[in-house]
């Protein structure tokens, strides 16, 4: 085979000729993508339509997936029972439609990111969520740069309305209630000396909760005999607990998930500790039922809800809570998504009765929102609330309830034992 | 102190134990096929499902079929050997979904990775909607167990009466299976088609038939870990069997690809490994298991008995 001759002088001008046009097709190509990429963004920026007249879209991304779809499932259900409320509250009064989206936002932060993200394509007025402290951390700037309110339903880990102005929550503050269920177990047994502490370190709710608890004890004088650190994942805990079991605790503090936190209490048990257990916001669930069984008897969490308390707005959402779910009574967490879409409701609606959402773009009307939200005060079925300036709530009922199991062992409820008025409290904690 | 240790190494014996027959199931597959079935994890759920409903558990609020049960439940060991064959007839249909078509068409067998992701993922999905995300412990707990206690004192040790029935079944099953491969006539076809199909074949052995066989009892396998760990600890969710999953995964390498005493040395090995842990450094537990998994493949390339292990299943 003989190599090929070199092309003739004008082959090769041509080739380059052919390139260079080549290369300047790609460019003006290029230069094209962008352009229509630049024009379709700024074009279809719901932000800078104007709003219209019809019903107002609401954004939720909840976790409906993994690990915090338990709790999830509890904020979808207390979300549709706050939109069902909405429509019957105002069926005989003028009021601005509000229509619910719901996203699943996941258990991790690039699924509540991209369920933020559509939802806020789709021009919503206002979000709701995510579940996770851990993903508001990761999608609540997001909607701070884009001017969209949030109100989180159940993320309380520390500095999340700290976030940005647009950051809101309805959510109870461990660092104020959790120390309740340790004064509750104290009460109960004055000799208690020796705790013992379970935390998951791979959690920022656990880990933050905790310090609040261990707080609570070293205020109290007692420093824990031991403190095992489990992993969010762990559901075998026999190991720990052998660990644990050996320095005699006569008090058992738990900060970490529902599922993890039942087969703790079911291991505890099995394993022969007879003694209190309290257990942080994690375990705030009936979810926790069928895990730990009889087991859970006894238990005491403190509460930001109780559903035996009697007021107007509970009652209601007790029976709509029935209506749906039967015989069971509503859990915190479902409670806490009610709250914010009835905050978020309600606001809408008094902005609406002073022309606030009258001949604005969406975004100014979200800023709009933002403030009359803030401003307000609101009878909830957490009790009532306000917010401060920066967007934490300001709630000053809360509860210490003790799990009470029914004799087969498979259901329950979370009994109030006792109901504290506290000051001016607002949000520095943690939650799921 | 003889008494924690004691007890540690139930623990990890228990866990060990579980994960050799994820790695047991990876192993009958990859013998006869040469790949790895990633619907392994989800068998593993499904098994924990299925046993939990045949002990008639009832769907939670979450389901598609909210309060739904079967009339009355199993007692558990018949209700987890139901289990166990169902998951393994799953297995089958998994086999028919993922790979028969791919080897039909000659394709590279590398392929049915994905395939049998993608089975594995639908699998857990389905689960998902028809038993809702929530956990589900099983209806009776440890009196599951005919009346037996809670727990039990073994030489000072404490340990769950579940956990050591866990460690019980998962023994007899790792135990049998070798024994059953080395001297029962399926057994022995089973691995001749491992060694070489065309050869086996031409013997008057039905390769796709044997084939099936290990599909089969790969997905009961699995079926049946599910079941124990469902039993002892709960089920956290339709996910919770892809950890065990890809923990047998590592256990499979650990031991030696294809090799069926090397799955069970691995398994135990890293049962043992994460149950010394001290809870202290609980956070390094995932990484203790992988680093022993890294110096043994820098040490011995073939995995643990890979490499002396000439006779594959």
């Known amino acids: ?432 | 102190m003889i008494e924690t240790l004691l007890q540690t190494l139930l623990n990890g014996v228990a866990g060990g134990g579980v994960y050799a027959l994820v790695a047991l199931g990876y192993t009958l597959v990859f013998s006869v096929l040469g790949v790895i079935n990633f619907a392994q994890g989800a068998l593993f759920s499904l098994g924990g499902y299925l046993t939990f409903l045949l002990m008639g558990g009832r769907i939670g609020v979450n389901g598609a079929l909210p309060g739904w049960g079967l009339p009355g439940g199993l007692p558990f060991p018949l209700a987890l050997l139901l289990a166990a064959a169902a998951s393994g007839l799953v297995g089958l249909l998994v086999e028919r979904l993922a790979f028969t078509p791919l080897r039909r068409r000659g394709a590279d067998p590398m392929l049915g990775l994905i395939t049998s992701l993608g089975a594995g993922v639908v699998l857990v999905n389905l689960l998902q909607i028809l038993m809702g995300a929530e956990g589900y412990a099983f209806p009776q707990g440890a009196d599951a167990l005919g009346g037996l206690p809670a727990a039990l004192a073994i030489g000072g040790a404490r340990i769950r009466t579940i956990q050591l029935l866990l460690l019980l079944v998962s023994a007899g099953a790792v135990l049998a299976l070798p024994l059953w491969l080395e001297h029962s006539r399926q057994g022995q076809a089973l691995r001749a088609v491992a060694e070489d199909p065309t050869t086996a074949q031409l013997l008057g052995i039905n390769s796709e038939a044997m084939l099936r066989l290990a599909f089969f009892l790969s997905g009961a396998l699995a079926g049946l870990g599910g079941g124990l760990i469902g039993v002892s600890v709960s089920l956290p969710g339709p996910y919770f069997g892809i950890g065990y999953g890809l923990k047998g995964l590592a256990v499979l390498v650990l031991g030696g690809l294809g090799s069926v005493p090397g799955a069970i040395a691995g398994g135990l090995l890293m049962g043992l490994a994460e149950a010394l842990v001290p809870s202290e450094a609980s956070g390094w537990r995932d990484a203790l298991a992988f680093a022993i998994l890294f110096a043994v493949l820098l040490l011995r390339p073939g995995g643990l008995l890979g490499r002396r292990q000439l006779e594959k299943v």
């Open chain 1, 1 to 432: 085979m003989t190599p090929s001759a070199p092309p003739s002088p004008p082959l090769r001008r041509g080739r380059i000729e052919q390139r260079r046009l080549g290369s300047l097709r790609l460019a003006a190509l290029l230069a094209a993508a962008i352009g229509a990429t630049a024009w379709l963004g700024r074009s279809t920026d719901p932000a800078a339509k104007p709003l219209g007249e019809g019903a107002l879209l609401l954004g939720a991304a909840i976790a409906q997936t993994g690990n915090a779809n338990l709790y999830g499932q509890d904020q979808r259900m207390g979300l549709l029972l706050g939109e069902r409320w909405g429509r019957e509250a105002t069926r005989h009064s003028p009021a601005r439609m509000v229509r619910l989206q719901i996203e699943d936002g996941g258990s991790d932060e690039p699924s509540a990111i991209a369920a933020f993200n559509l939802l806020i394509r789709q021009g919503v007025i206002a979000l709701i969520g995510p579940t996770l402290s851990q993903q508001a951390f990761a999608a609540d700037p997001i909607a701070q740069r884009q001017g969209v309110p949030v109100v989180a339903p159940s993320n309380t880990a520390k500095g999340i309305p700290q976030i940005g102005p647009f950051i809101s929550r309805v959510s109870a503050q461990s660092s104020v209630i959790a120390p309740l269920s340790i004064e509750e177990a104290l009460r109960r047994e004055p000799a208690t000396r020796r705790v013992a502490v379970f935390y998951a370190q791979d959690d920022a709710y656990s880990t933050a909760e905790v310090a609040i608890f261990q707080k609570a004890l070293a205020a109290r004088g007692l420093t824990p005999v031991t403190v095992q650190r489990t992993q969010l994942a762990d559901n075998d805990f026999q190991t720990p607990i052998t660990a644990a079991l050996q320095q005699r605790p006569q008090l058992v503090v738990l900060s970490v998930q529902a599922v993890a936190g039942g087969n703790l209490i079911r291991q505890l048990r099995e394993l022969g500790y007879r003694g209190q257990i309290v257990v942080g916001n994690g375990l705030n669930t009936p979810n926790i039922y069928p895990i730990c069984q009889r087991w859970c008897d006894g238990i005491l969490i403190a509460q930001a809800y109780s559903p035996e308390l009697n007021t107007p707005i509970n009652t209601t959402f007790r029976a709509l809570y029935r209506q749906a779910n039967g015989h069971h009574p509503p859990p915190q967490i479902a409670a806490q998504a009610f709250t914010a879409y009835q905050v978020l409701f309600e606001a809408i609606q008094r902005l609406q009765a002073k022309g606030g959402l009258s001949a604005v773009t969406l975004g100014q009307a979200r800023t709009n929102l933002m403030g009359e939200l803030l401003g307000g005060t609101y009878t909830t079925p957490l009790g009532p609330i306000g917010f401060t300036p920066d967007g934490e709530v300001v709630q000053s009922r809360f509860y210490v309830a003790e799990v009470r199991m029914q004799p087969n062992g498979r259901d329950g409820r979370f009994a109030l034992v006792r109901e504290r008025q506290l000051q001016h409290a607002s949000g520095k904690g943690a939650t799921p």
